[in-house]
């Protein structure tokens, strides 16, 4: 009987982390055109249907380094800050977008052409990792484009540890 219950405990837990992982939605995932070298930005939204998770890294393929970022104005002036994680709460979408939070791709390993695609990989506290295609639109779509993030951070705006003032 022992041995029953044993193999029936092991079937239940991959179910219970596939369900967990079918919990977190990703949707309307897509970025602007960049060339090669550069700094690319994905925008996306996140639905949580489950328990309350947080998104704690990034990465993809076509670049060397993906961090969450967060786009902001302090008295005026447009920065930008590194976001260490993005909680998600179930029936409240988190969206990244363009003045907000983002995901910044840095030093681009390969052009990002419109109507492209790419994988990205975002890895949850609980959900773990979950990998969407990322549709590349054309350059210059919303207010700020991938010239201006990159020169952000050519004029040594505070990209990496800015804090806001209070």
């Known amino acids: 009987m022992r041995s029953i219950?044993?193999?029936?405990?092991?079937?239940?837990?991959?179910?219970?982390?596939?369900?967990?992982?079918?919990?977190?939605?990703?949707?309307?995932?897509w970025s602007r055109a960049a060339m090669i070298g550069r700094v690319g930005v994905v925008y996306?939204?996140?639905?949580?249907?489950?328990?309350?998770?947080?998104?704690?890294?990034?990465?993809?393929?076509?670049a060397t380094k993906a961090d969450l970022h967060e786009s902001f104005t302090d008295h005026g002036v447009a920065k930008m800050r590194d976001v260490a994680a993005l909680t998600v709460d179930p029936g409240k979408p988190v969206t990244l977008a363009p003045g907000s939070y983002h995901i910044m791709l840095t030093d681009l390993t390969q052009t990002l052409k419109q109507g492209d695609s790419f994988p990205v990989t975002l890895t949850f506290e609980k959900a773990g990792q979950i990998t969407t295609a990322v549709t590349v639109q054309k350059s210059g779509d919303s207010t700020m484009s991938n010239g201006q993030m990159h020169g952000m951070h050519d004029q040594g705006m505070p990209v990496h540890g800015g804090k806001t003032s209070q």
Do not use: H, K, W
């Not at 947080?54 to 076509?62: F, G």
């Open 44 to 62: 996306l939204t996140i639905i949580d249907s489950g328990a309350p998770d947080r998104l704690v890294r990034v990465s993809s393929p076509v």
């Open 5 to 29: 219950v044993v193999s029936g405990m092991l079937f239940v837990l991959p179910v219970v982390a596939s369900a967990q992982q079918n919990s977190i939605q990703i949707q309307n995932a």
